[in-house]
């Protein structure tokens, strides 16, 4: 009966970083620095919050965009953090994280025909969602331009089926971020015109040395801004996801949401309140430490001699395996059986990778020593 599955479906595969996960899982003795999950717990108060919306019964629907409290909440965080005002009325939903808030936005947006331009290489879970709703994904070559999507880069690909562009950053698996005036230039490029941004925000608060600024600030009507709790708070588990945009869209997403989860999970609801109040602020620890795990692993590729882009947050750091003359697979496989660590291969982030791997330093600073020792170790015996 497998004929009759929808030909999109048939047509779409895997994420390349959970098939390369899922093919070195059971090798023993290997460091695995594939997943970009946080290592720091939710922290306890927002744990606790959880535990007491179960012991108080807290388990029944919401609102479909989730509870009045946390839409203010949500809105709330974004204006002090970035300076974004959004109504929580009508101008953000609570989905089940930030992936559900994309999918919604995309099914919501696009039509047959409709194409989305993306910045390459990218986080592999854009383009499955775009072609499920009918859009044709429109890869951009960053790699020349410190993989970043400019203005400059942007504006030949636009025509009369351009419908929506996304600008994910901090990137994953770049960790590059764009600047406040590259972000003007782009609202420049497309203001009027009819075409929205999806501006994925979800390592928001990850930043090392500069400020977050989002599109919406100078595009707020043609924007919808996706961010959550997933990197922010260690809550990669408990789903949450918020999306910020005019009325003028919500209205039509929140029915794609409410048709599709018909709201988030109460409880995680309930903790992600606690998170966006009295823990505000809690990613200023974990950045911290990430940010001295970055300074450690990229002085060590650079002394190596990997040729790598420094990001300016998330927790990925993306070098070039080029001079070695081995696919980014190939390379990935051999680290994996003659150093006992594993990375990405670029190619998981569309052809644009290739020639890259992905390396998360969201790992203890323990491991993170003893995989840059073992690929050190690596490299002097070719």
Same mark, same amino acid.
């Given at each position: 009966?497998?004929?009759? =599955?929808?030909? %999109?479906?048939?047509?779409?595969?895997?994420?390349?970083?959970?098939?390369?996960?899922?093919?070195?899982?059971?090798?023993?003795?290997?460091?695995?620095?594939?997943?970009?999950?946080?290592?720091?717990?939710?922290?306890?108060? /927002?744990?606790?919050?959880?535990?007491?919306?179960?012991?108080?019964?807290?388990?029944?629907?919401?609102?479909? #965009?989730?509870?009045?409290?946390?839409?203010? #909440?949500?809105?709330?965080?974004?204006?002090?953090?970035?300076?974004?005002?959004?109504?929580?009325?009508?101008? =953000?939903?609570?989905?089940?994280?930030?992936?559900?808030?994309?999918?919604?936005?995309?099914?919501?947006?696009?039509?047959?025909?409709?194409?989305?331009?993306?910045?390459?290489?990218?986080?592999?879970?854009?383009?499955?969602?775009?072609?499920?709703?009918?859009?044709?994904?429109?890869?951009?070559?960053?790699?020349?331009?410190?993989?970043?999507?400019?203005?400059?880069?942007?504006?030949?690909?636009?025509?009369?089926?351009?419908?929506?562009?996304?600008?994910?950053?901090?990137?994953?698996?770049?960790?590059?971020?764009?600047?406040?005036?590259?972000?003007?230039?782009?609202?420049?490029?497309?203001?009027?015109?009819?075409?929205?941004?999806?501006?994925?925000?979800?390592?928001?608060?990850?930043?090392?040395?500069? *400020?977050?600024?989002? @599109?919406?600030?100078?595009?707020?009507?043609?924007?919808?801004?996706?961010?959550?709790?997933? %990197?922010?708070?260690?809550?990669?588990?408990?789903?949450?996801?918020?999306?910020?945009?005019?009325?003028?869209?919500?209205?039509?997403?929140?029915?794609?949401?409410?048709?599709?989860?018909?709201?988030?999970?109460?409880?995680?609801?309930?903790?992600?309140?606690?998170?966006?109040?009295?823990?505000?602020?809690?990613?200023?620890?974990?950045?911290? #430490?990430?940010?001295?795990?970055?300074?450690?692993?990229?002085?060590?590729?650079?002394?190596?001699?990997?040729?790598?882009?420094?990001?300016?947050?998330?927790?990925?750091?993306?070098?070039? @395996? %080029? %001079?070695?003359? *081995?696919?980014?697979?190939?390379?990935?496989?051999?680290? /994996?059986?003659?150093?006992?660590?594993?990375?990405?291969?670029?190619?998981?982030?569309?052809?644009?990778?290739?020639?890259?791997?992905?390396?998360?330093?969201?790992?203890?600073?323990?491991?993170?020593?003893? #995989?840059?020792?073992?690929?050190?170790?690596?490299?002097?015996?070719?």
């Amino acid at each position: 009966m497998e004929h009759l =599955v929808n030909s %999109k479906v048939k047509q779409i595969e895997l994420s390349g970083i959970r098939k390369f996960f899922n093919m070195v899982a059971d090798i023993e003795d290997v460091i695995s620095l594939t997943i970009g999950q946080p290592d720091f717990e939710t922290p306890e108060h /927002v744990k606790n919050a959880g535990i007491d919306a179960i012991l108080a019964n807290y388990t029944t629907y919401t609102h479909n #965009a989730g509870f009045y409290e946390l839409r203010e #909440a949500a809105c709330h965080f974004v204006e002090k953090k970035y300076g974004l005002t959004y109504s929580p009325k009508n101008e =953000v939903i609570v989905t089940v994280g930030a992936s559900q808030a994309i999918d919604c936005t995309f099914r919501t947006l696009l039509e047959e025909g409709c194409e989305v331009i993306i910045p390459s290489p990218v986080y592999p879970g854009y383009e499955p969602l775009i072609k499920l709703a009918g859009g044709d994904p429109i890869y951009v070559d960053t790699t020349n331009n410190q993989f970043k999507l400019t203005a400059d880069l942007i504006a030949p690909y636009i025509n009369e089926n351009t419908r929506c562009i996304v600008l994910p950053y901090p990137s994953n698996p770049t960790g590059v971020t764009l600047s406040e005036d590259e972000l003007k230039d782009i609202a420049e490029l497309v203001r009027n015109k009819n075409i929205f941004v999806l501006s994925d925000e979800i390592y928001s608060e990850l930043n090392y040395g500069k *400020q977050h600024h989002s @599109i919406a600030r100078f595009l707020r009507e043609q924007t919808i801004v996706i961010n959550g709790l997933s %990197k922010s708070h260690s809550m990669t588990g408990w789903r949450i996801g918020l999306l910020f945009a005019p009325e003028s869209v919500t209205k039509h997403i929140l029915k794609v949401h409410q048709y599709n989860v018909s709201c988030a999970t109460s409880i995680a609801q309930k903790a992600a309140y606690e998170a966006l109040t009295s823990g505000i602020d809690d990613a200023d620890q974990m950045k911290k #430490a990430y940010e001295e795990r970055l300074e450690y692993v990229y002085h060590r590729l650079v002394k190596m001699g990997f040729e790598v882009v420094k990001p300016d947050g998330a927790f990925y750091l993306f070098p070039s @395996i %080029k %001079k070695f003359n *081995q696919s980014s697979f190939d390379f990935a496989l051999s680290l /994996v059986r003659h150093a006992g660590v594993a990375l990405v291969p670029g190619s998981a982030f569309s052809e644009f990778g290739e020639g890259y791997v992905r390396l998360s330093y969201a790992y203890s600073m323990e491991q993170l020593v003893e #995989a840059m020792d073992r690929i050190e170790k690596y490299l002097e015996s070719l």
